[in-house]
């Protein structure tokens, strides 16, 4: 049996880890939110961007022009894929790393796709690292981005997405995360987001809501209605607007996904810590009760220890 103090230490030392495990849940709860208010935040310009895409797209003047291709809208027949995707650069949140990986491994059989044919860029240093392993080929990665919360901050990623895409360098760009659905759920999602196209850019703004908690009940004022055609004057030009347009909107759907992956990291981690706050809790309590064990066999041998003693001593006499 285990001495007292062993048994005093390990109480200690597991009293320790359950205070570390509370604090980490409490400033990953405090993330968590943060990431969901700064996404709701950012949501209404979205909203309005994407509103005025389809106006412009819906203009006599680019209907008749069929010639005109935004270099974000492009199709190309031929190249290698691009794949993002986006993890966390920290690690104890359960699942959340290991469940993105599984997500592209997964993407890549179902599509067919030759993974020698796919290029990755890597956000987060836990995704870096599992590309890695599989020996995949990575052509850029990015860390930090756990604590973004201004879309200035993502510029450098979407600066490189973008240039690469306009250069021809790919066919298309899926971009792979973790979708934020309630704390605790969470969802790996593939997307298309290049060739730009409308539905995609609306379904990342719509799930920006989550299914449950304090942000649920925000109004989705995103409309389905058809566009009606209408004589707007543009100025400089509708092309123009476009080619501007669709990077600032590029650059809002991928903020929003590192923003959903982000608040699902930190969700993630919550949960993890909170289990392994329960679990210190149920180790102190088990260590507690083997303690009073010890110590009350402790005491009963030295009370038999002293009856002997005085039974042998009055036998002497």
Known sequence: MATLRAIQNRIKSTGNIKQITKAMEAVSAVKMRKSEQTALSARPF????????RHLLSAPTINHES????????????????????????????????????????????????????????????????????????????????????IEETAEIVNFIQDGFK?????????????????????????????FHTHTFEEIIREIIPQ????????????????????YIFEPDTKEIIENLLPELLAVEIYHTILEANASEHSSRMIAMKSASDSAGELIDTLTIKFNNARQAAITKELIEITAGKEALNNAN
Request: glycine share 8%.
């Open 167 to 195: 250069g021809g360098n790919w066919r298309s760009v899926r971009i792979i995360y973790t979708n934020f659905l309630s704390a605790l759920k969470q969802e790996v999602l593939v997307r298309k987001i290049l060739p």
């Open 212 to 231: 449950k908690g304090r942000y649920a009940n925000v109004p989705n004022t995103i409309s389905d209605k058809e566009i009606v055609n209408t004589d």
């Open 67 to 150: 010639f005109f291709s935004p270099p974000l809208m492009k199709k190309y027949k031929t190249g290698p894929r691009c794949f993002i995707i986006i993890a966390s650069d920290k690690g104890l949140a359960g699942s959340f790393n290991s469940n993105v990986l599984k997500k592209t491994l997964s993407t890549i059989k179902e599509k067919n796709f030759n993974p020698e044919e796919i290029e990755f860029i890597t956000i987060g240093k836990k995704s870096t690292d599992a590309v890695r392993r599989k020996g995949l080929n990575i052509i850029k990665s990015f860390s930090g981005a756990g604590d973004y919360t201004s």
């Open 46 to 53: 979205a909203i309005s961007g994407l509103e005025i895409l």
